[in-house]
């Protein structure tokens, strides 16, 4: 499975996205799941799904699907 699918996944189950949600569009605070609380908990899935640590700057900047995508590519973890 690719990067990106995986990404998709965790993004879905993390906050419990409804089946059909365009997950590559989501920006951070556009949906009610996707709030402060909702961040944490996509954060450490998506360290845990990579066996990646996030910086606090890089936590902060984690405002859609597309950023956290791009950082996983920067860490090496891009297809």
Known sequence: MST????KGVF???LD???GTRIE???YREID???SLGHMALVAAIED???VQFDTD???EMSAFKVAYDMLREMGLGD
């Open 12 to 14: 879905a189950q993390a």
């Open 17 to 19: 996205l409804a089946p």
């Open 58 to 60: 890089q936590v902060i």
């Open 33 to 35: 799941k996707w709030d």
């Open 25 to 27: 569009d989501l920006r």
């Open 4 to 7: 990106k699918e995986r990404l």
């Open 49 to 51: 799904e990579f066996d």
